[in-house]
């Protein structure tokens, strides 16, 4: 596995954690949007919230998505049912642990679109996207 992420490190000019670049981009745009962050990869079990925020006083559960621009399935899509299953694990058990009573939160999906040969980004924020589904 190491020998074929070096091969398309190479071959794509892929940072060697793209994970968290798409995490660095999203936290600056959801502070952009006057949020304050929480925490980043905050685990539970098998489960990881990328980063969890505060919108005011509600708690929100973020998402990250980085994909490649003219990727066949953006990053928003593809977050599959057994994802969205262990998200919402992870979200109960954070609110059970930290919040206090009858918090109001949601969760969001921030979707990079990421151009390799310009450098550019474009950034789509999905707002109280349903885990039930």
Known sequence: MDAIRRFLVKLCHWPK???EEGEVLA???IKRQSYSIV???WRFGHG???????D?????????????RGAFVRGYESISRNKKAVLRRACFAYLKKYAK????YRFDVVDIEHDYETHSNIIHHYENVPLFR
Do not use: H, M, T, Y
Request: aromatic share 6%; with cysteine.
């Open 17 to 19: 954690n793209v994970g």
């Open 27 to 29: 936290c600056n745009f």
């Open 39 to 41: 925490a980043r990869n």
């Open 48 to 54: 990881e919230i990328d980063i969890i925020a505060k």
């Open 56 to 68: 005011g006083n509600v708690i929100v559960f973020i998402e990250v998505r980085l994909r490649s």
């Open 101 to 104: 009573k009858g918090p109001s």
